[in-house]
C-alpha cells in the first residue's frame, strides 16, 4: 500500500476537470493544488498574488524572453519554474496531493507514486457547461474554450516533451460526458484508490 499519493490532472476548458479533481482530493482527503492555492503558496521573494495570478500557467513569448544559463528575463518563466519547484518540494517531502495543471504529469512524473489523468470531453457537453457556469451566449462560449484551451495547450507544449492532451502522455484519458462529472469522480477515485494499493 503507498503511503503517498500523487494525482495531476490535465484538462481541457469546460470539461469540469477542476470540480473532478476537486471531489477527487475530497474523497481522497488530500490537498488540491489549483490556481489560488498554488498562488498563494508561491508568492513572495518579490511576487505579488496579482503578478503570480496574471503569469501563471500562461505561454511564453518567445520572442521577448531570454534565457542565459538558469536564468530568464521572462517573469512567466520564473512563475513557472517556481511552481514547478514547488510541487517537486511537496512530494518530495511525502505530501500526497492532488494538482491541476502546471505540467503535473511531467513534473512529478519521476515519482512512483504519482498517477495522471488527462480530462476531456465531447464540444457541446464543454460549451453548455462554459454558458451556464459563466451566463455567456454560443458564440462567446465556443470562443472561451478555444482561447483557454490554446493557452493551456501553448504553456503545456513550451514546458514537456510530451504534447497536451496526447493520450500518450498520461496514464489515463477520460470523457467526462459519458458517465458526467460527479459519476467520472468517482471512477478516478476508485482507479486511484486500486493504483495506491500496488506495492
Keep these: 500500500m503507498k503511503k503517498q499519493i500523487i494525482v495531476a490532472i490535465g484538462r481541457e476548458h469546460g470539461s469540469g476537470g477542476h470540480y473532478i479533481a476537486d471531489m477527487v482530493a475530497r474523497e481522497l482527503g488530500v490537498k488540491l493544488y489549483d490556481k ?84 476531456c470531453g465531447d464540444p457541446q457537453f464543454k460549451i453548455n457547461r462554459i454558458m451556464n457556469k459563466m451566463g455567456l451566449d454560443l458564440d462567446q462560449a465556443i470562443e472561451e474554450i478555444k482561447t483557454v484551451d490554446r493557452s493551456r495547450k501553448n504553456y503545456h507544449n513550451y514546458y514537456c516533451d510530451t504534447k497536451w492532451g496526447d493520450a500518450r502522455g498520461y496514464d489515463m484519458t477520460v470523457k467526462s460526458n459519458v458517465l458526467g462529472c460527479e459519476k467520472t469522480a468517482e471512477m478516478l477515485v476508485h482507479y486511484v484508490r486500486n493504483f495506491m494499493e500496488q506495492d
Design 36 to 119: 489560488a492555492s498554488i498562488e498563494k503558496e508561491i508568492s513572495s521573494g518579490g511576487y505579488s498574488e496579482k503578478l503570480v495570478s496574471e503569469m501563471d500557467e500562461k505561454p511564453v513569448n518567445f520572442f521577448t524572453s531570454r534565457r542565459i544559463g538558469a536564468f530568464s528575463n521572462s517573469i512567466k518563466v520564473n512563475v513557472t519554474e517556481k511552481t514547478f519547484a514547488m510541487l517537486r518540494s511537496k512530494a518530495a517531502e511525502g505530501e500526497s496531493f492532488v494538482v491541476i495543471g502546471r505540467c503535473g504529469e511531467q513534473v512529478l512524473g519521476n515519482n512512483p507514486n504519482c498517477i495522471s489523468i488527462f480530462i
